[in-house]
């Protein structure tokens, strides 16, 4: 199994920043790609920013520019930047990983708990 715990939420007034941290622990022996997902009241779950093992990074378009997502591979930790937060960034933010437990075994996906992000106009 593993466990993902995220820190890093609160509340921030437009145009501040706050940087999100995930890591992942406990039966791990390969993580290819870690994300952010986030999901507003009524709406559903949008990715946000992720980034593979080797560093590629994709990102929604409504943060790109001002988010930024990077991963310590040795503490299995990814982070998100977020600058220049908007109202409409507020929701709850949810860590992602695939990962898989050991050589050859099969990738799963895991979740963390979520964190609320609130951005005040």
């Known amino acids: 199994q593993v466990q993902l715990v995220e820190s890093g939420g609160g509340l921030v007034q437009a145009g501040g920043s706050l940087r999100l941290s995930c890591a992942a622990s406990?039966?791990?022996?390969?993580?290819?790609?870690m994300g952010w997902y986030r999901q507003a009241p009524g709406k559903q779950r949008e990715l946000v920013a992720a980034i593979t093992s080797g560093g590629s990074t994709n990102y929604a378009d409504s943060v790109k520019g001002r988010f930024t997502i990077s991963r310590d591979n040795a503490k299995n930790t990814v982070y998100l930047q977020m600058n220049s937060l908007k109202p409409e960034d507020t929701a709850v933010y949810y860590c992602?990983?695939?990962?898989?437990?050991?050589?050859?075994?099969?990738?799963?996906?895991?979740w963390g708990q979520g964190t609320q992000v609130t951005v005040s106009s």
């Open positions: 992602n990983t695939e990962s898989q437990r050991e050589a050859g075994a099969p990738w799963y996906d895991y």
């Open positions: 406990g039966s791990i022996f390969s993580i290819n790609t």
